[in-house]
């Protein structure tokens, strides 16, 4: 079975920080198949990267995304207070379409 | 503007059925794969099945494949998703999203609740 791990479950930072969020495939992903999502409380999520380091139209360039493999990430390079939220890394090049579990980027 | 509408949620018995809809609007509907995604209350999102642009394809998640059925009407902007014997953790907001560049979920329309509940 495919499984896609997020770590670290809860970040605690501060606005300014710089927020490092892990993705690791039990299996080799295609780059051109990862994206991350952003979902904040009673929200649907929003697209923030594809292709594993694409921005979606109107995402901030503090987001950024990197990695292949089995290992990638996602990088805010600043955090605003807006970008505290859930993130999810997704993997979209076969079914299941699987999610990870998501991350917490919390306020310190 | 780009916009997906989902509908048709509400409280239902354990066994029973439902029919989910998701309205498109703003951009050419039948070019894009369609997805429904579901997120349980406190949880994380739970990928369940796409639907090729023109209907001949669809997959699914292990946990749905028998129990649900996407479709889609072209002519109507509208993808549908049939679930029966529907179950206690069925209970969740389901999410209808477009199949964007590479099929990412570009597009998500703002969910619609499921609870099944006697």
């Known amino acids: 079975e495919f499984v896609l791990t997020q770590s670290p479950g809860t970040l605690s930072l501060s606005p300014g920080e710089r927020a490092t969020l892990s993705c690791r495939a039990s299996q080799s992903v295609s780059s051109s198949y990862l994206g991350w999502y952003q979902q904040k409380p009673g929200q649907a999520p929003r697209l923030l990267i594809y292709?594993?380091?694409s921005r979606a139209p109107g995402i901030p360039d503090r987001f950024s995304g990197s990695g292949s493999g089995t290992d990638f990430t996602l990088t805010i390079s600043r955090l605003d207070p807006e970008d505290f939220a859930v993130y999810y890394c997704?993997?979209?090049?076969?079914?299941?379409?699987?999610f990870g579990q998501g991350t917490k980027v919390e306020i310190k | 503007q780009v916009q997906l509408v989902e509908s048709g949620g509400g409280v239902v018995q354990p066994g029973r059925s439902l029919r989910l809809s998701c309205a498109a609007s703003?951009?050419?509907?039948?070019?894009?794969?369609m997805h429904w995604v579901r997120q349980a209350p406190g949880k994380g999102l739970e990928w369940m099945t796409v639907i090729s642009y023109d209907g001949n394809n669809q997959y699914y998640a292990d946990s749905v494949k028998d129990r649900f059925t996407i479709s889609r009407d072209n002519s109507k902007n509208t993808v549908y998703l049939q679930v029966n014997s529907l179950r206690a953790e069925d209970t969740a907001v389901y999410f209808c999203?477009?199949?964007?560049?590479?099929?990412?979920?570009?597009?998500w329309g703002q969910g619609t609740m499921v609870t099944v509940s006697s």
């Open positions: 999203a477009r199949g964007g560049d590479r099929d990412a979920l570009d597009i």
């Open positions: 703003g951009f050419s509907f039948s070019t894009y794969p």
């Open positions: 292709g594993t380091s």
């Open positions: 997704q993997q979209y090049g076969w079914s299941p379409r699987a």
